[in-house]
T-cell receptor
Framework: GAVVSQHPSRVICKSGTSVKIECRSLDFQATTMFWYRQFPKQSLMLMATSNEGSKATYEQGVEKDKFLINHASLTLSTLTVTSAHPEDSSFYIC????????????FGQGTRLTVV | EDQVTQSPEALRLQEGESSSLNCSYTVSGLRGLFWYRQDPGKGPEFLFTLYSAGEEKEKERLKATLTKKESFLHITAPKPEDSATYLCAVPSYNQGGKLIFGQGTELSVKP
């Protein structure tokens, strides 16, 4: 299957600082990537849809200014958690589709963010 | 409204004890149903895509089937390494590839 690489896998940061998470499609170009958040023992919650060369589309209730998404190339999307607080601690996962309009999605390894 | 419901929430099996996981879905127009496996602290790993009722796919001890209302993931003679959370998802009909996930079934296989 297609490979999506997410980095870092774990990060610990101090409250008030910003953290950037990268999501790369290694062997294909992805015009659309998705960012999810997952709480313990719960399913994935879609945060936003990242579109190459345009603004991201955020799900209802997700703060655009706190979760900044940049999709500057066909193989890279980044999620920046700004002014992080302990309640932002979570597992963040990205996914990408292998073809425009194709619905099959491949996921990154996830990033465990801990804000202390 | 597009919706996916999985049952049971948790399933404990003895090694070799076969069983099935259920995924019920409601979607305006089915463009595929996906099964994923997720290990703790990892991203979901793609298992199967099913597109039409009657379709079946197999991979090792896993077999996925699809009807017009639900999908089953059959696990034959499971081993402890099959322990994981299994997620099913369908793409939303009119929201550009957005996946609607079920809550997942946490499978534990004891030796």
């Amino acid at each position: 299957g297609a490979v999506v690489s997410q980095h870092p896998s774990r990060v610990i940061c101090k409250s008030g600082t910003s953290v950037k998470i990268e999501c790369r499609s290694l062997d294909f170009q992805a015009t659309t990537m998705f960012w999810y958040r997952q709480f313990p023992k719960q399913s994935l919650m879609l945060m936003a849809t990242s579109n190459e060369g345009s603004k991201a589309t955020y799900e209802q209730g997700v703060e655009k200014d706190k979760f900044l998404i940049n999709h500057a190339s066909l193989t890279l999307s980044t999620l920046t958690v700004t002014s992080a607080h302990p309640e932002d601690s979570s597992f963040y996962i990205c996914s990408a589709h292998t073809r425009t309009g194709d619905t099959e999605a491949f996921f990154g390894q996830g990033t465990r963010l801990t804000v202390v | 409204e597009d919706q996916v419901t999985q049952s049971p929430e948790a399933l404990r099996l003895q090694e070799g004890e076969s069983s099935s996981l259920n995924c019920s879905y409601t979607v305006s127009g089915l463009r595929g149903l996906f099964w994923y496996r997720q290990d703790p602290g990892k991203g979901p790993e793609f298992l199967f895509t099913l597109y039409s009722a009657g379709e079946e796919k197999e991979k090792e001890r896993l077999k996925a089937t699809l009807t017009k209302k639900e999908s089953f993931l059959h696990i034959t003679a499971p081993k402890p390494e099959d322990s994981a959370t299994y997620l099913c998802a369908v793409p939303s009909y009119n929201q550009g590839g957005k996946l609607i996930f079920g809550q997942g079934t946490e499978l534990s296989v004891k030796p």
